[in-house]
Nanobody, 114 residues
Framework: QVQLVESGGGLVQPGGSLRLSCVAS????????MAWYRQAPGKQRELVAS??????INDADFAKGRFTLSRENANTLHLLMNSLKPEDTAVYYC?????????WGRGTQVTVSS
């Protein structure tokens, strides 16, 4: 049973930083892509950044220069977010596509507000 557990969200002031973590279990993730998505209230879920098993990273324009994706091991993905803005407020979800299915965590809330 695949499980994805996110952590690290919270309330931060504009300009601050947060580090999100995702721990995956229940399968071999060494050859899979892992990704972070986010969904703000009233908006569609959107890709933040993804890392292929080869290490290639694909990140959204809004993430470039501010967010850093890293993979600690086959099962653990981190997202370091710097220079946070109020528009980064959203629920952040970890995602793994596996066996033709998109697996999701429950999400972690990130709120950027003064």
């Amino acid at each position: 049973q695949v499980q994805l557990v996110e952590s690290g969200g919270g309330l931060v002031q504009p300009g601050g930083s947060l580090r999100l973590s995702c721990v995956a279990s229940g399968s071999d993730f060494s050859r899979t892509t892992m990704a972070w998505y986010r969904q703000a209230p009233g908006k569609q879920r959107e890709l933040v950044a993804s890392m292929w098993s080869s290490g290639i990273i694909n990140d959204a324009d809004f993430a470039k220069g501010r967010f850093t994706l890293s993979r600690e091991n086959a099962n653990t993905l981190h997202l370091l977010m710097n220079s946070l803005k109020p528009e980064d407020t959203a629920v952040y979800y970890c995602n793994v596509p596996l066996w033709g299915t998109m697996f999701w965590g429950r999400g972690t809330q990130v709120t950027v507000s003064s």
